[in-house]
Structures are given as C-alpha cells and as structure tokens.
C-alpha cells in the first residue's frame, strides 16, 4: 500500500569526527521516503527552492518515488549545517537557513487522497494537522516532533497527538514531553495524549514500542524492544531517526495489517534502515542498498537477541 | 556447580526519591550471592565486624548460601551512605567508611577451592589478583571493577583483567577503561586485555556481550544483547549491578557447560534478578523471591524481545 510522507527537503553541510560533507541532499521527508521505498510505494509531499535540481530529483526517482508532490518555489530549499562531537546522539547546529520552507503550506495532491499510510514527519504541529485534516480517511498515521515544538507549540502539539495513531520520538523528547524522568512513566502518560502506539528510539540501544489500551484490536501488552547492532564506525548519524521512522513505517505498509507481530518486524526494520544510514553522509548508504542486504542484517539483528 | 564470590558485606544508608532505608544489609558480595543463590550453591568470603549480628547471617542461611568464609573481625563492617536523584543510574556518595574491609586480605578456605565458579565482585584488583591466584583451577571467573581502580589502579587492573574470563561492568566504565567513545571499539579494546567474553551493563536499555576470538570454542561470534523490561517504578538501584552478576553467573555455574546458548540465557537472568533487586530498598525483594516467579519474568522479558 502507498505511504505519504510530508516533511522537509533539504540541503545539509555536515561535519562528523568522520570528515565532512557539503550540500548534501537531506531533510526529514528524504531520508524517510528512501528508506520507506524499500518495502513501498512512497508518495512526498515538500517544498523545494530553484537548487533543487535534476541531480536531486534522480535520487527519488531512482528508488521510485513519487515526487509529483514535491513544491517547487522561486528561493532557496531549506539549509541546515551542523556539527557532531564524540556522541553521536547530539548534533550542534551552526546554521538553519528556513528558505521557502518558511513559508510552507502543504497542500496534499487530490491523487494522494487514497493514501491509507501517512508519516507526518517533523514539522510545524499546526501544518501536521492540517495534513491529517486532509488525510481523514487514512488507516494509520505516524508522526514525529521535536523539542522545538514541545517546548514551543505546545496546544498544536496535542491537538496534532489526537490525530496520530504511532508517535514515533527519542528517549529526551518523551521525558520533555511527559515531564517525567522514568521512560516507562513517560511512555504511559503519552500514550493517554492520543497514540496507540509510541514508539521511542534509544539511539545506539535500540526502541521500545508501548502500546495503549485499544491499540489496532491488540490490545494494551507487554512493550516490545528491538535492538541494534553495537557499530564500530558511525560516519554521520544525520537522519538516522527519519530512516527509521521510514523502515518502521514502510514496513507496516507494506503488510496491510496491524498485528503485534507486524510491529514487532517493523521496529527491527526501523532499526535495520537506520544503522545503514549512519555508515555513510547523508543518504549515500540508503540510495544503494538491495533488499538482501537489508534482510540479511534483519537477520543479523534477529539473532543478536534472540533466544529459543 | 558451587560458586565462589569474594566482595564485601556491608551496611548501607539509602536515600532514593522513592524513601528511605537505614542501616540494611548491602555490599557486592550479598546482592550477588543472594541472586545466584537462586540458580546454584553460594560461598561468600567476605570480612564484616561486630555489628554483623545473627539477624545478617539468617538472610543468608535462608538463601543457602555458605557463609563460613565470612571473617568477624573486631569493629565496624563497611558502611555506605548514599543518595539517588531522579537519574536512578548515577548515586552520590555521602559517607563511605572502611571499617574492618580496610585491612581486608581474602583467604580461601581450603574447603572452598574446589569451586569451580568464582566472581571476584569490585574490590581493590591487587587482592582480586590475589584471590584469582589461590583459586587457579577455576573454570570459569567473572569479574567487576570500577571508575576507582580504573583511574587509580591501572597496572594491578591490567593484570587482573588477564585472569577473568568474563568482565561485568557498565557503559561509562568500558569507554573509561578503553579510553574511547564508541562502545563497540571500546569493547573491542578490553577483549584485548584479556577477558574472553565482556558484558557491558546498559542500565534500563539491557546488557550486551560481546565475545573474543577465542570465547569457549564459541569463537568470535556477534554480540548478544539482552533487554531489560521497561519500569515504571523504581524504589531503589543499589546493588541492581551485583545482582545482574549473581543472576549471570549464578545460571552459568548451574548448567556447567558455556555456550552461546548457555550465555544468552545467563543474560537474561542477569537482567531479571537485577530488575526484582530494584522493586524495593536494599535485598528486601532479592530474599524472598521464587524460581517460578524468576521464571516468569525470564518469559515476559523473553517475549519482549522476541520474534518467530
């Protein structure tokens, strides 16, 4: 089944303890519709300035997604330049260039109506629901948000939780959200904001999926922890968690069904799509990657934790 | 198969959001010896002093666990005071007095070295060295160490690290001890030093393993990772570490034969008993659990990571 995805498009200057890289192609709604587009079809709604170019088009077009959304505006696409020290989990910005971004107002295409999948990536909680408010038929809506926005659109960003069916954040996010220090209490207060599902990402630990009383016929359970290969090498963690939320997202969608084993499978996806991310800048990794090799570190994850 | 664990008996003052405890029974060697008196036959040599009355030696007779080794001497048992702020992981240190654990210099009973099983649990590596020495025919010896002796008794350390089998410590400890800030590469490193398997403990995130080439005719194999169950309530962290060895190497002693199997299990133990250790203060829960409900929490935690 078909994923939309709204989110940014962006250029990105990079600098990891690795090296550095200078406008690459990034942004939420990239990173997620790549790694979505190895389980689906993927459909991007964003805005984009004069620079994007046929380059950067063939990136999407290569992996088959649907980029007839993508906004075309007289300007310059969103810029981000950041900085990443020894921990990989924290990313200095040095420089955020809005763009046309600034003015962004999604407008979903007539001919993405029929998306039963959505991903809300991490945007303006007030444009996030006026896509929900145009998606009202969709079968399951994930979405993301950030600090920023919780510290700082507070009202939008519960009306926006009502809207979605997974909340997809890291371990500081939830804690600011549910102004909470334990995880497990965190993860129960938000789960009363909305979602029925939340799914925290722990960085180099793997995520944990909490589900809430009703969730998808399943029932409130036993959260669900998926690990992640301890690396060696992490080259530039940037859009490891959009990765994520793509592998996650496309997964379920590839499937049809909302069964816990199908979320089980889908946070080891998510957690497959980003541990490649992170071996190389920006979406190198992810633009050549084959469905073996992905199943095959699937397979790899699988047996770090599994016992009989 | 008997295990032998050689740390400290001790009394502690424990201050938590959660409450107050004075004065209750802790040190590494208890929390251990109680864990893996679930699993296995326990030796503890430790030295206590004058306020190590009837009532301490009743907790472990009702465990079975052989105190004979523990040495009265004239004086105060080592006493810890310590206090938890809402990061349960990181305790601050009010009052630590030595007590008769100063002089200590452990003596193996003639009739414990046939144990085959040791833990040398965090004291001073020079008499870890020592113990390891009188117990040179021991079969499997798992250690722990602290960012104490890795700062302060490096040499003894190094040597030390040369004789365990298994190193137990947790994530700020590896990347101190490899001087480096990827755990992967650091894990990497303290293979090198000498332990053929190294479980790094993660806190609420679980426990990795890590193996080295020649691990147990096991030889290098990926890591196995084992979760912990997510909490909502946390009365009290202390001595959740020692627990998590008394489960891992108390399982271990109990099957007497070491394979990826027998290791992955071990991990999961670990995780369980150190996840009752922390339901209330002190070994309050560790004293009066069963290995039906010990068995039921490895099934939920199995479940919780697990997929067909």
Do not use: C
């Not at 009202?155 to 939830?174: R, S």
């Not at 990402?201 to 998926?226: L, M, N, W």
């Amino acid at each position: 089944m078909s994923i939309l995805v709204v989110g940014s498009v962006a250029f990105d200057n990079i600098t990891t303890p690795a090296g550095r890289a200078e406008n690459v192609l990034g942004g939420s709604a990239t990173y997620f519709s790549l790694a979505a587009s190895y389980f689906t079809k993927v459909r991007v709604v964003a805005v984009v300035g004069d620079d994007f170019t046929e380059k950067e088009e063939s990136v999407f077009r290569a992996r088959g997604v649907d980029i007839s959304g993508i906004v075309r505006e007289s300007g310059k696409s969103f810029f981000w330049s950041g900085e990443y020290g020894d921990n990989v989990n924290e990313a200095k910005s040095l420089d955020t260039q809005l763009g046309v971004f600034a003015h962004f107002n999604p407008q979903i295409p007539p001919k993405f109506k029929d998306s039963e999948y959505v991903f809300l990536a991490n945007i303006d909680p007030q444009l996030q629901i006026n896509v929900r408010r145009q998606m009202n038929g969709a079968r399951f809506v994930g979405g993301d948000t950030m600090n920023y926005w919780i510290n700082g659109s507070r009202p939008q960003l519960e009306e926006m939780l009502k809207g979605v069916h997974a909340l997809l954040i890291n371990d500081t996010e939830a804690k600011m959200l549910a102004d909470d220090t334990s995880l497990a209490r965190a993860a129960a207060k938000i789960l009363k904001m909305g979602p029925k599902a939340l799914v925290i990402k722990h960085g180099e630990y793997g995520s944990t999926v909490f589900f809430g009383d009703d969730a998808f016929g399943i029932g409130r359970r036993h959260p669900f922890r998926a690990p992640t290969l301890p690396l060696e090498t992490v080259i530039d963690p940037t859009g490891a968690g959009d990765t994520f939320a793509g592998g996650f997202m496309g997964y379920i969608a590839s499937r049809g069904e909302l069964t816990r084993d199908v979320f089980k499978r889908a946070m080891f996806y998510g957690g497959v799509m980003g541990s490649f991310t992170v071996e190389a800048f920006g979406t190198e990794r992810l633009q050549k990657l084959t469905r073996e090799e992905i199943d095959e570190r699937y397979n790899t994850f699988r047996e770090l934790t599994h016992i009989e």
